[in-house]
């Protein structure tokens, strides 16, 4: 798996030109809408320079790989966001996986922060899911843009017109279908060219186990071909166009619409396409802006930032992968790069592309590449790494905590240990630390977005900091901002709790969004405010 690409392009490219070669992407969706089934329709139609981590998060898939934790292997889950990376048209495309069903968690909203674009996939029989809405909203806060994918038009679903009612309506954002089924859902026979009005027919394969052949025809040749179902596409595709919802790339960029594909990744159907659409529209790696509002060249020296880190693989040697982010310049492996929060060396021998079983020392990467670095035991979530003159990113943001529960030391004469260790849980942040004089700080909050957190939480604090933990859960659901003059009011108020959080958020926590609008009702200036992310 020796850098295919290297040997492509000869030795170290220059980083502007690898960055304008690179798209970096996510998959949001809400579990059993097929994430799993369309990445391995993507590496199926790209070229797999790296199978990372697997990308699947169920049981008894052999393509899970990273095994690292008990708690892991039990459930057949991955906790880590693993990177596939694969080439398509000279392309290298990064799917940074985004954990969902149980393994759910703060790491799956950070991925957002090292992608460039995202991919929404829908089921076409279910519309717009919990999940994809969450996620959706936070990359709606940080301006990436959506590719739609309405898969599984292969059974039957939705009306299509109807979903692209639902995606405005909820999304907020215009679809503009790149592509328009031909055949209603369950009768999937291809789809419109909306740009060249051709028609791609479909041929389904056993099983949809390989590259499904592409049949393209003149729109004659088509009406000929599918009649009825040929001129209801057609005119619903006119409708489309009368309505405006045609394809513009600044729009799209700019987070105003979002190009919509009709696919059945299970057969294969419409990846090719998918694929072409993220080589041609989603944007390439571009210069990230520091602290002090600078943009950073990608030409100029290597820098990068931690989005991810993920402990215990090895917990005799408490070993530590950092998956970071490339923002700029070229990483060679070995190189010694300064931790811009220490001012202190790290050296990065133990660079790996591949994560879990199949790892493999990556020698070079560029801008928009997700590297894994051993040994990063140092390192914290949002580190700036960097070479030649000094550059910090801003903080990664915290998001909306939805579970809530009480820690307390099982060995109160191991105070310490339990302190030491919530303290790096929360530098990590494995989990965030809610606080309050009322609580004290034997007995903090831990809040956590999946509940699958508070497992690593626990899980850690025994095997590695000798402290094991009783968590009691709270009855609460919403987190939201508020301030200190209205402190004294809400915790007065049944049912709600002020705590403080390390980053200084004042935050209320509250059973449901109920008892939110309740209190807004009898206290119209009260302040509390949702916390998408931070
Ligand atoms: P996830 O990672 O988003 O959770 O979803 P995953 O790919 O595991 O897909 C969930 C189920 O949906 C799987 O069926 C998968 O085969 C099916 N699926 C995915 N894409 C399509 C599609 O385009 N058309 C149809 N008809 N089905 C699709 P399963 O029965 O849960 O699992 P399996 O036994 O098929 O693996």
Redesign the pocket.
């Known amino acids: 798996m020796q850098h295919v690409l290297e040997q492509q392009a000869g030795a170290a490219d220059e980083p502007v030109g690898a960055a304008a070669r690179r798209r970096t992407f996510a998959v949001i969706?809400h579990?059993?809408?097929?994430?799993?089934?369309?990445t391995e329709a993507l590496a199926l139609h790209a070229r797999a320079i790296t199978k990372a981590g697997h990308v699947h998060?169920?049981a008894g898939r052999n393509a899970t790989v990273s095994d690292w934790m008990e708690m892991e292997q039990a459930r057949g889950i991955s906790i880590s966001s693993a990177v596939l990376q694969l080439t398509y048209r000279d392309t290298v495309l990064n799917l940074v996986d985004t954990p969902?069903?149980a393994d759910f968690s703060e790491d799956t909203y950070r991925v957002l922060t090292a992608v460039d674009a995202a991919i929404m996939l829908v089921d076409a029989s279910k519309g717009l899911e919990v999940q994809t809405m969450k996620l959706f909203a936070v990359c709606k806060h940080r301006g990436i843009p959506i590719i739609t994918v309405i898969?599984?038009w292969?059974?039957p679903g939705k009306d299509p017109l109807e979903l692209m009612d639902e995606i405005a309506e909820r999304t907020g954002l215009t679809p503009t279908p790149l592509s328009w089924p031909v055949g209603i859902a369950g009768d999937f026979r291809g789809v419109v060219e909306r740009d060249s009005g051709e028609y791609v027919a479909f041929t389904p394969t056993a099983g949809g186990a390989q590259i499904a052949p592409e049949e393209r025809m003149s729109p004659g040749a088509a009406a000929a071909r599918e009649g009825d179902a040929w001129t209801v596409a057609r005119e619903e595709s006119q409708l489309l166009a009368a309505s405006g919802a045609e394809h513009d790339q600044e729009m799209f960029l700019g987070g105003i619409s979002t190009p919509v594909l009709f696919?059945?990744?299970?057969?294969n159907f419409g990846v090719r396409r998918l694929l072409d659409a993220l080589v041609e529209l989603a944007p390439a790696p571009s210069p990230r802006t520091d602290r002090q509002g600078e943009a950073r060249p990608l030409d100029a020296p290597f820098s990068a930032f931690v989005f991810k880190l993920q402990a215990g693989m090895d917990t005799a040697h408490r070993d530590r992968l950092a998956y970071i982010r490339i923002c700029s310049g070229v990483f060679e492996r070995g190189m010694v790069v300064t931790t811009a929060r220490t001012g202190r060396p790290f050296a990065t021998k133990y660079a790996q592309q591949a994560f879990g079983r199949d790892r493999s020392l990556v020698e070079v990467a560029y801008p928009g590449d997700v590297v894994g670095l051993v040994n990063a035991s140092n390192l914290r979530i949002g580190d700036t790494l960097h070479a030649g003159p000094p550059v910090q990113f801003p903080a990664l943001p915290t998001f909306a905590p939805e579970h809530f529960a009480v820690a307390r030391g099982v060995d109160t004469g191991r105070y310490k240990q339990f302190r030491r260790g919530i303290t790096q849980l929360e530098a990590e942040g494995v989990v965030q630390v809610l606080r309050s004089d009322l609580r004290g700080e034997q007995a903090p909050v831990l809040a956590a977005v999946g509940p699958m957190q508070f497992e690593v939480a626990e899980g850690r604090m025994r095997a590695e900091f000798g402290a094991p933990i009783h968590l009691e859960p709270l009855g609460y659901g919403v987190a939201r901002r508020t301030t200190p003059a209205w402190a004294p009011t809400l915790s007065a108020e049944w049912g709600v709790e002020v705590v403080l959080r390390e980053d200084g958020e004042l935050l209320a926590l509250l059973p449901d969004q109920w008892r939110v609008r309740s209190i807004q009702r009898n206290h119209p200036d009260v302040v509390l405010e949702p916390l998408v992310a931070t």
């Open positions: 969706s579990p059993d809408a097929g994430k799993s089934t369309l998060g169920k969902g069903h898969n599984k292969d059974r696919a059945a990744a299970v057969r």
